[in-house]
T-cell receptor, first 114, second 114 residues
Framework: DVKVTQSSRYLVKRTGEKVFLECVQD?????MFWYRQDPGLGLRLIYF???????EKGDIPEGYSVSREKKERFSLILESASTNQTSMYLC?????????????FGEGSRLTVL | DAKTTQPPSMDCAEGRAANLPCNHS???????VYWYRQIHSQGPQYIIH???NNETNEMASLIITEDRKSSTLILPHATLRDTAVYYC???????????????FGPGTRLSVLP
């Protein structure tokens, strides 16, 4: 089975802390994505990457950065966490080229910033 | 903004067919219709996609109108485990796989009742 694994299901951090959210996929996918999901706002794209060391801003990149040093791993970084970054964070991956074009999602990481 | 319109919620009796409508009146000729679902506290899961022909897989059937302005996802024998939020998404052809084309709206919350 294809798998996208997020490092933590639940995190609690304090305002101002640096937060790392890790995502690993085992499908050799070129594309990886970070979304956040909030009640009433749906899923919003933060950043995505279509190759190692490449990154593109999504719809809401402010306050976030990303790192993709290896094809299978895509990290989301909150340099200085704030309470408005309390959310569910979802990682996804997809393959470039022909196929279904579907996104494969991880289970999500629920971050609470106090 | 999402290019689709879905009812916010629907109920379905267990064992009956669940028919989830989606309006995508501005769909372009090269855009596919994708359906995902999200069970509580999990990442979204791909269900099915299509361009203009009706599609069926082990999970569901997708009926697309001839003018492609609307579609219906059919779960033929709904079970309690099908209770979830269902998202209808239109995006360009699968060989352009950048995730920014996946715009998740609020979806339809399907409740399967015993």
């Amino acid at each position: 089975d294809v798998k996208v694994t997020q490092s933590s299901r639940y995190l609690v951090k304090r305002t101002g802390e640096k937060v790392f959210l890790e995502c690993v996929q085992d499908m050799d996918h070129e594309n990886m994505f970070w979304y956040r999901q909030d009640p009433g706002l749906g899923l919003r794209l933060i950043y995505f990457s279509y190759d190692v060391k490449m990154k593109e801003k999504g719809d809401i990149p402010e306050g976030y950065s990303v790192s993709r040093e290896k094809k299978e791993r895509f990290s989301l970084i909150l340099e200085s966490a704030s309470t408005n970054q309390t959310s569910m964070y979802l990682c996804a991956s997809s393959s470039t080229g022909t196929g279904t074009g579907e996104l494969f999602f991880g289970e999500g990481s629920r971050l609470t910033v106090l | 903004d999402a290019k689709t319109t879905q009812p916010p919620s629907m109920d379905c009796a267990e064992g009956r067919a669940a028919n989830l409508p989606c309006n995508h009146s501005t769909i372009s000729g090269n855009e596919y219709v994708y359906w995902y679902r999200q069970i509580h506290s999990q990442g979204p899961q791909y269900i099915i996609h299509g361009l203009k022909n009706n599609e069926t897989n082990e999970m569901a059937s997708l009926i697309i109108t001839e003018d492609r302005k609307s579609s219906t996802l059919i779960l033929p024998h709904a079970t309690l485990r099908d209770t979830a939020v269902y998202y209808c998404i239109v995006r360009v052809a699968p060989d352009n796989n950048y995730g920014q084309n996946f715009v998740f709206g609020p979806g339809t919350r399907l409740s399967v009742l015993p």
